[in-house]
């Protein structure tokens, strides 16, 4: 059979679509004409040179150094992430296991521009070693989108950008991008670490943000009159004088749902968040941990703002949780959780300070714009390990508003999910606060051994198990016997699958089973239906 009818039919067979007008690019191709895997062409610039608006750039993985941007046509999508043809048919495209690099090399100002064109796509790729290009508020990093633009960014890594301009990762200037589970870490930029919009349109969507810097505004993200959008995002270690995870003024809108702020910082304002004459602003199911700034606002700074803020947890940030510079920032504050922040709970108009959200002079007493707000420890998962998902008991299960909650959190799991015994019960409003919904209902499952088994000591041994719902970072794994630990095995990554090789001192015997028991969440284990033997 044809090689190419081969590869058509399998491709229909799984759902994917198969273009036509395709420039192929790989190392290994003959650098002809790009038609085929066979003639693909060896650069990145090349192929955006020949492909036609409407058409696709298909990339195999591999490192390839870029010494100069390149523009995207109308409607062109540009898809790393392919094996090398060595390795496998085009339907096996998988950007995780096929690492698609297009580095800059300190040389290259940018990779792509997509200038005043819609219906951009980007994806899987990681772009680094940008230093930035274009003039005025136009230079940016790894990506730029100018004039009107509109661009989708997916599964894209950006790490190690550094320019003196605008986005180190991705700048939006005039123009509108959606960006959706990608990672932006250690980028460097003025304004806008990781991401920077200016007079534009900005969507981001379950895409983590770590150790990113700008020099003057928003560590990880910076927006100046727009309109941005970040759901299930984590923002980890990020800086910036002024909001070291986000910074936006000036703008139409800034919504923040499901996400999570911990260990940022900033100098002068907003370790996690500042913003300055913003309208709308809206921060619903987020956490907020463990920021810092040597200013005003550890947590939340604003200034001339307006919005609210619904079922967030506040805890152990370094400052304010909540800083109101003056009267015209009035955000509503209702149903959301403050632990032990280091200047209190609330500045009310850049003068009062409140220590804490409950009893005579707290928060829900003083301030008109202040409800049902909670004092106590949210019982994280593992902090010091960036797991904040909260563990059964904490205050902020059942305790959230159904007013601006969000219907899933970061994981997506469904909300609400109502805990028996805890806030709400059986009202249908069992929201909790935070980026994490606790699950009553998830569960871990013994895969294999399940029972009537028989292993010899010294055999190496395939550990499997399930998780049906967010069950924890890692799990420990115990052999047991007679209803008594008889060895632990291993505390190990919680990814359903462990090795383990019997030891040969091991007392042979037909009645053990496996215990598998979540670390953070110990009401979370399960054990092999059966027994199973282990002999000489």
């Not at 058509?8 to 994917?16: D, M, V």
């Not at 499901?258 to 921060?283: P, R």
């Not at 606790?438 to 013994?446: E, G, K, Q, R």
């Not at 008889?486 to 019997?502: E, K, P, Q, Y």
Request: charged share 20%; proline share 2%; hydrophobic share 35%.
């Amino acid at each position: 059979m044809d090689i190419g009818i081969r590869v058509a039919i399998l491709a229909s067979l799984c759902g994917f679509s198969y273009a036509s007008a395709t420039v192929h690019v790989s190392l290994s191709g003959d650098d002809t004409t790009g038609d085929s895997w066979a003639s693909a062409l060896q650069s990145v610039e090349d192929a955006l040179e020949q492909v036609a608006a409407g058409e696709s750039v298909y990339v195999a993985e591999g490192t390839y150094i870029i010494g100069s941007e390149s523009s995207v046509p109308e409607g062109v999508k540009i898809l790393g992430g392919f094996p090398d043809p060595s390795k496998g048919l085009v339907v096996d495209r998988d950007p995780t296991r096929f690492v698609t690099t297009l580095d800059g090399d300190g040389v290259a100002g940018s990779i792509f521009v997509v200038d005043g064109v819609d219906d951009v796509e980007i994806d899987g790729f990681t772009l680094t070693g940008c230093v930035g290009a274009g003039d005025g508020y136009a230079k940016g990093g790894a990506i730029r989108v100018n004039g009107s633009g509109e661009v989708e960014i997916r599964a894209c890594d950006f790490s190690r950008n550094e320019i003196e301009g605008y986005g180190g990762g991705v700048n939006v200037l005039g123009a509108s991008a959606k960006i959706q589970n990608c990672v932006f870490r250690n980028n460097f930029a003025e304004e806008g670490g990781g991401v920077k919009v200016h007079e534009g349109l900005l969507k981001v969507t379950g895409s983590v943000f770590r150790g990113n810097t700008a020099n003057l505004i928003g560590g990880a993200a910076s927006g100046y009159e727009s309109s941005v959008q970040f759901n299930e995002c984590v923002f980890i270690g990020n800086d910036g004088p002024y909001g070291g995870g986000v910074e936006c003024h000036e703008g139409t809108g800034a919504d923040f749902e499901n996400c999570l702020f911990a260990n940022n910082s900033a100098t002068t304002q907003g370790g996690a968040l500042s913003f300055t004459f913003q309208d709308d602003v809206e921060i619903s199911n987020c956490t907020i941990v463990r920021n810092k700034t040597n200013g005003n606002g550890a947590g939340v700074f604003m200034h001339d703002s307006t919005g609210e803020i619904v079922n967030t947890i506040f805890s152990r940030n370094r400052g304010h949780a909540v800083f109101e510079n003056d009267s015209t920032a009035d955000p509503e504050v209702k149903n959301c959780l403050f632990d032990f922040n280091s200047e209190g709970a609330y500045l009310n108009e850049g003068s009062q300070t409140i220590a804490s959200a409950t009893g005579n002079g707290g928060m829900n007493s003083v301030l008109d714009e202040a409800s049902s707000n909670l004092d106590g420890n949210p019982l994280f998962a593992d902090a010091d390990k960036d797991d904040y998902h909260i563990r059964l008991g904490s205050p902020a299960i059942d305790t959230g508003t159904r007013d601006s909650a969000t219907d899933i959190d970061i994981d997506g799991f469904a909300r609400p999910a109502d805990v028996s015994n805890a806030g709400a019960n059986g009202t249908g409003n069992e929201f909790d606060i935070g980026f994490d919904e606790y699950d009553p209902d998830a569960m871990l499952t013994v895969v294999a051994p399940n029972g009537g088994e028989e292993f010899v000591k010294g055999e190496e041994v395939e550990i499997a198990w399930a998780s049906d719902g967010y069950t924890g970072v890692k799990v420990k794994i115990e052999l047991w016997r007679r209803n008594e630990r008889a060895l632990s095995i291993a505390t190990t990554v919680n990814d359903g699958a462990h090795r383990w090789r019997i030891p040969v001192d091991l007392r042979a015997r037909w009645n053990y089973k496996l215990v598998i028991i979540s670390t953070s969440f110990p009401e979370f284990f399960d054990q092999s239906d059966g027994k199973f033997a282990i002999t000489n």
